[in-house]
């Protein structure tokens, strides 16, 4: 369960995925002064919180907004994703857990380790014009936990981003909360521009490398340095361990062609290789050094191997050849464009609405209700419609389309036969589908979960939010709240329409679902299922809980913890889910919270050609 010391935990791989690119125009008003800036970090002579042992320290970042610390959101690369899309394994920017980083701003944990170099790096926008003033925490993990007030407090450092990138490398003392020094702990940050889109995608394996457990083989990983300008080596990546073997296989994976060797194919690269061993003294096998220009030999199923070399043997042993061999199987450089890429190039968000309309939300002609709309207007409902919604609809200029037998169509692809049931109406932009559940519905009072808020079944589009907050009104006083809760119809139908995209030559259309609720899901393992499937498809999901219940499941489809399994075992190859508890910003403004889950659900989701 460790976030990072567990052997499961040891990587910072992103998934590879095909070379597709988007067809841009041409480019539209001033640029704006953002550059996209990573950030390495590595301590040394931390605190020791551990009796038995030394501690596990994890490092998090923060940004300063309105005068409060709050945590930073990682937004993964919204191309990068595109390309794992259909068919593909990776689960995204992994920390640990593949594909597990919630995106907030944290290393892996380094177990029992006081000097940590942290393989996960930190990416932000540097705004020239703005002070963005950053906080980096250190903590030794404790418990099982995403709460930081479960962990022992380090130390940290406070400044400008502004600092860290004049500097390009900065060391500083670690302070305490009342700030006094934290021992003789120190951080290390490091920053790096990354205006070279490339990235470089390795799958690579070894053979008959040295054993280096008593009562067992080796459990052997990888890391990647490159050289700084002061002429020290800087971890640049870290793969997964495998287990008990002397010819592993490590699942391939994707770095920043800037952050491995600056964009210069033709700078060394050193790669080490390691025994694992669980208290943090891990074993050296060997190393080797190796360019981009030779690894990118390793195209059409033609191999690089390098001999792992260990020099301490080298010297002692005459006949000494190597301590195994790492294999290069393939690399592929390719590039990875951004969400504003895509969004120029006519990528358009096509947004949908699920509202929760069971019994448990209560009786909405009174004021305990969670439909009940207050004499200004509004609810918890109505509050994430109008948050959400308000981003989405901006990219949104195209509509889907069903057909009348209720098959979808995409709009640029309606047949002839779909073309009964539209109107000029509804082919205007920003036109957004609005679906309930849960309800059982006049005139014959049967319970539906896929019924149009609008109660139009052939057009269930309404004119932008103001429409969908229109017909979600209207419809309150007609319908029965019933039950139950039941997620999966309203999934499988947009994923219907997001089939339908992923048919069309160019990465169009991207399908964003909504869905509102107050309570525990009945539906689970079918809305597993349906989720796994989507996530093969051009479709990310956003469930915000409304209420007091307990969202324990909603937690679990988020897939933050964990990778999302159907009942039947098959694994979810992207995390397409973000789950947004209203209540922790009911005294707040939700529009940011929930913007930033927007683009982390859209980002994380990519564009399935």
Request: aromatic share 10%; net charge negative.
């Amino acid at each position: 369960c460790r976030r990072g010391g567990s052997l499961a935990c040891m990587a910072y791989t992103m998934g590879s995925g095909r070379d597709a690119g988007p067809a841009l125009g041409p480019a539209l008003g001033p640029q704006h002064c953002i550059t996209k800036v990573e950030l390495s970090v590595c301590c040394a002579s931390l605190l020791d919180r551990d009796v038995a042992s030394k501690s596990d320290p994890f490092c998090v970042l923060f940004q300063e907004v309105d005068g409060s610390w709050a945590e930073v959101w990682q937004v993964a690369a919204f191309a990068f994703l595109v390309r794992r899309g259909l068919g593909e394994r990776g689960r995204g920017m992994e920390a640990g857990k593949e594909g597990r980083v919630k995106h907030l701003s944290r290393t892996e944990t380094a177990v029992n380790n006081l000097n940590p170099v942290f393989g996960v790096k930190f990416q932000v926008d540097y705004h020239f014009e703005e002070v963005q003033k950053l906080k980096f925490a250190v903590f030794d993990e404790d418990k099982c936990s995403s709460q930081l007030y479960e962990h022992d407090f380090l130390g940290e450092f406070i400044c400008t981003l502004g600092v860290i990138v004049s500097n390009k490398k900065l060391h500083r003392p670690l302070v305490l909360a009342n700030g006094k020094p934290a021992g003789k702990g120190a951080i290390t940050i490091t920053a790096q521009e990354l205006s070279d889109n490339r990235i470089i995608t390795l799958s690579m394996c070894g053979r008959k490398l040295d054993k280096k457990d008593f009562f067992g083989k080796s459990d052997p990983y990888l890391e990647f340095h490159k050289q700084g300008e002061d002429g020290k080596w800087m971890l640049v990546h870290r793969t997964e361990v495998i287990k008990n073997t002397l010819d592993p296989v490590w699942k391939p994976f994707t770095v920043p062609l800037i952050s491995l060797c600056n964009g210069d194919v033709d700078r060394n690269i050193k790669v080490l290789c390691y025994d694992y061993d669980n208290d943090g003294g891990h074993d050296f096998i060997g190393e080797f050094y190796a360019t981009v220009t030779k690894m990118n030999e390793a195209q059409n199923s033609v191999e690089v191997e390098f001999d792992c070399i260990n020099p301490k043997k080298q010297k002692k042993k005459k006949n000494y050849k190597n301590s195994g061999v790492i294999i290069l199987k393939s690399c592929k450089i390719t590039r990875d464009y951004s969400f504003l890429d895509y969004i120029l190039g006519g990528c358009q968000l096509m947004f949908t609405v699920g509202i929760d309309f069971t019994a448990s939300n209560g009786n909405p002609r009174e004021p305990s209700s969670l439909h009940y709309i207050n004499p200004l207007g509004s609810n918890e409902y109505l509050s994430a419609i109008w948050a959400v919604g308000q981003i989405i609809q901006d990219y949104d200029s195209c509509v889907s389309v069903p057909h009348a037998d209720n098959t979808p169509h995409v709009r640029y692809g309606v047949s002839s036969s779909a073309r009964s049931v539209l109107s000029l109406t509804e082919l205007q932009d920003k036109m957004f589908p609005a679906l309930g559940f849960g309800a059982q519905l006049p005139p014959d009072w049967k319970v539906s979960h896929e019924f149009a808020v609008n109660f139009d079944p052939t057009n269930p589009f309404c004119a932008g939010v103001e429409g969908i907050v229109q017909a979600y009104s209207t419809c309150l006083p007609h319908i029965r709240f019933y039950g139950p809760t039941n997620f999966a119809p309203i999934i499988s139908h947009v994923a219907r329409f997001a089939s339908q995209a992923v048919q069309q030559d160019r990465a169009s259309q991207y399908f964003t679902l909504l869905i509102i609720t107050d309570g525990v899901i009945s539906d689970m393992d079918e809305t597993r299922d349906a989720i796994v499937q989507a996530a093969k498809l051009p479709m990310s999901i956003i469930i915000i809980g409304v209420g007091n219940a307990d969202f324990a499941a909603m937690e679990f489809l988020d897939g933050d913890s964990s990778v999302l399994r159907s009942y039947t075992g098959e694994e979810a190859v992207r995390d397409i889910v973000q789950f947004v508890p209203f209540r922790d910003f009911r005294n707040t403004s939700v529009i940011v919270p929930l913007a930033n889950s927007t683009a982390e659900a859209t980002g994380r989701g990519g564009v399935v050609r």
